[in-house]
């Protein structure tokens, strides 16, 4: 089975910055097509913060551009999401999404969610 272990969030200040980390585990992976970072607000649809592809390369939502940076561990399937000028806005939960293939082919992957809270 694959799972997805999400660690990182909690309270933080506006202006302040966090580290989230979402480690995936699981036998039967055989490739990644990408992982990225979702969140939802309260009342709001969750939506996609930044994603990184198999080969690299990233993409954001225009919301996080120049604050937020996704990165991988290369060697270990794990995905970093650096958040720097945290604003209220950004309170969520943060969830990680994969899209892996596995060993019955290939399909997509979900972590739990982390709470990210903004306030002073």
């Known amino acids: 089975q694959v799972q997805l272990v999400e660690s990182g969030g909690g309270l933080v200040q506006p202006g302040g910055s966090t580290r989230l980390t979402c480690a995936a585990s699981?036998?039967?992976?055989?490739?990644?097509?990408?992982m990225a970072w979702y969140r939802q607000a309260p009342g709001k649809q969750r939506e996609l913060v930044a994603q990184?592809?198999?080969?690299?390369?990233?993409n954001y939502a225009e919301s996080v551009k120049g604050r937020f940076t996704i990165s991988r561990d290369y060697g270990t399937i794990t995905v970093h999401l650096q958040m720097n000028s945290l604003t209220l806005d950004d309170t969520a939960v943060y969830y990680c999404?994969?899209?892996?293939?596995?060993?019955?082919?290939?399909?997509?992957?979900w972590g739990q969610g982390t709470q990210v809270t903004v306030s002073s």
């Open positions: 999404n994969a899209d892996f293939m596995v060993k019955t082919g290939r399909d997509d992957y």
């Open positions: 990184i592809t198999g080969d690299g390369r990233t």
């Open positions: 699981g036998t039967s992976i055989l490739a990644m097509y990408s």
